[in-house]
Structure formats: C-alpha cells, structure tokens
C-alpha cells in the first residue's frame, strides 16, 4: 500500500492518519528554536487573551523557512485526491487543482494571502480547546500537525486531541500519541462517514490537553491561507 492510499484509508477510518518520524530530532529542535526569534512571524497570539485556552502560537510569514514550504509542497499533491474525494462524497465544492501554487492563486485571488503555517508553544498549565482552523471561504480539508518534542523528557501531557460529532451520537474522542518528529494528519472541518442512509458530514475538532510540566512546540501545516 502506497502513502496516499494508507494516508486515506487511516483517514476514513479515524479522521487522523500517523505519519511517523516525519522530521529528525535536529530539524525538530531548529524549528522550535525560530519560536525565540522576532523575525520571520507575522504575528503572535496569546491563547487565554481570546479565550482559545492557555499558551501561544506565532504565524509564520513569507517567505516560510524551508522545511515548512517544503511540507506545504510535499504533502498537498499527497492530500488533494483524497481531498477532492472527501467533497465529491460530501457533496462539496470546489475541487483542489493538482498543486498547492494553483490552490494558494485561488486563496490569494479571493483576499486570503496571510499565511497560516504555525508555531505553537505550551508551558506547564497550558492547553489549547477544541477549534477548527478556518480562514476564509477557501478551506483545505486536511492539515498536518508535527510534534517538535519528545514526551516524558522535555514535557508531560499535552496530548493531541481529536472530536468528532455525528448527527444524533454522543462526541468521541481520539487521544493521538506522538513522538519527536511524528506528525498527523487529521480533518481540518469535516470528513465524510457512510452510515445506513448513505453517506454524511462528521463535525472534527482539535485541540491538546493540559500540559502537566516542561515546554512543548508543535509545528502546524495549513494548506489555504487566512482573509
């Protein structure tokens, strides 16, 4: 089974998908080390100054470091099948092009030009609630989360939480451990689940559980750019 079709069927199943050591421990901790630095970010959020939860993320700019561009550009090719599958099973529109430049023309045209790519960073008592990243008219369906960190030696908790909602059910959780270097994939909005009357809409949500002690970053991968 190749990455897209292992990607899709995690996805179906769960909403999220591992993907394993996606960055070596030396790329993780050259990343978190640009959270200390003023320049390339185009702004800062305090989390409990907007009622998001505790602790605080930085919005990259353009141009984006390297290895973050390089995500955008690896893993949409990977993600806009399964995307366009997703919408076409939902009964959504638009469909997403073949690249993330002729998507980002889409976003840019329709006033969404901000970057969205993140740093997050948590500190002891900190936690993020349940959201969903939404920009503009413009959504990607999927975005991809990769923990900077290792658990047990630089934080404890801080688990990365997933919700989903299906019309008249109770919310389920998924609690997704990670690893330094490992990432998820997950729905950004919606995923589609087929139940007896065909197919329909699950309502995700993310977020991360208290962090108990140490310091915790987390890179996010958005695909579509903010109004």
């Not at 919005?59 to 984006?64: H, I």
């Not at 991809?144 to 030696?153: H, K, T, W």
Request: net charge neutral.
């Amino acid at each position: 089974m190749n990455l897209s079709d292992r990607l899709e069927a995690e996805l179906n199943e769960q909403g999220c998908a591992l993907l394993p050591g996606l960055l070596d421990a030396g790329d993780c901790t050259a990343i978190a080390a640009l959270y200390a630095r003023e320049e390339g970010f185009r702004s800062r959020v305090l989390m409990q100054r907007h009622g998001f939860g505790r602790g605080e993320y930085r919005y990259f700019a353009y141009p984006l470091p390297d290895p973050v561009a390089g995500l955008r550009e690896r893993f949409y090719p990977v993600l806009a099948p399964i995307a366009n599958r997703w919408h076409q099973a939902m009964g959504l529109e638009p469909r997403f092009p073949a690249t993330h430049g002729e998507f980002l023309q889409r976003c840019h045209a329709a006033g969404q030009t901000r970057p969205t790519p993140l740093l997050l960073q948590y500190d002891a008592g900190d936690y993020n609630c349940l959201h969903q990243d939404l920009y503009g008219e413009h959504v990607f369906p999927l975005q991809i989360a990769v923990l900077l960190s290792e658990p047990g030696r630089d934080f404890e908790g801080g688990e990365f939480v997933l919700t989903e909602q299906r019309p008249h059910m109770q919310s389920r959780a998924e609690v997704v451990p990670l690893r330094q270097g490992d990432a998820v994939v997950f729905a950004v909005n919606h995923r589609p689940v087929t139940g007896s009357r065909g197919v329909y809409r699950v309502a995700m949500r993310h977020g991360v559980s208290r962090l108990r002690s140490g310091r915790r970053h987390t890179l996010g991968v958005i695909f579509h750019d903010a109004a």
